[in-house]
């Protein structure tokens, strides 16, 4: 498990921009954290380190935002607008659980609960509100 603590919300990008540098086809990220908490800041980190040009935003109408033009694509995944699991479910979202490429999935407790244990290789990122602009990054690789 880490911890990083975030100041500003281009320190939290320059934490996803590093990850996507280093992230590997298949990679799963679940993020949990409030409104506001900087998800899709580490998101759009991210996409920069897997060298993705398009502009980021959250995909919270579409459900799923495809981005491609990069080392490797990226499904940014937001399910704030789906209640239950059975939701998810139905939506058949399943299959970015196995990407080529890396997923993201924004709110991701919605679907997985508390079974971090019980799925594939997904690294589980926890984003605290500290302060305005101070966060609390923690993350675990579960499977890896």
Do not use: C
């Not at 990850?19 to 580490?42: E, F, I, P």
């Not at 959250?58 to 033009?69: D, E, R």
């Not at 939506?91 to 490429?101: I, Q, R, T, V």
């Amino acid at each position: 498990m880490g911890t990083s603590i975030s100041h500003s919300p281009s320190e939290t990008e320059a934490l996803g921009e590093a990850w996507g540098r280093m992230a590997q086809n298949g990679l799963v990220l679940a993020l949990s954290g409030d409104l506001g908490a900087g998800k899709t800041q580490l998101v759009k980190g991210l996409a920069r380190g897997l060298e993705i040009t398009q502009r980021v935003h959250s995909p919270t109408f579409a459900l799923v935002n495809i981005y491609t033009g990069g080392r490797l694509p990226l499904f940014h995944l937001d399910l704030y607008r789906l209640e239950t699991r059975e939701q998810i479910l139905a939506a058949g979202l399943e299959e970015f659980l196995s990407p080529d490429g890396v997923t993201v999935i924004e709110w991701a407790e919605r679907w997985f609960g508390d079974n971090r244990g019980k799925n594939p290789e997904v690294r589980w990122v926890q984003i605290e509100t500290l302060g305005e602009t101070e966060r609390r990054i923690t993350y675990e690789d579960i499977g890896a």
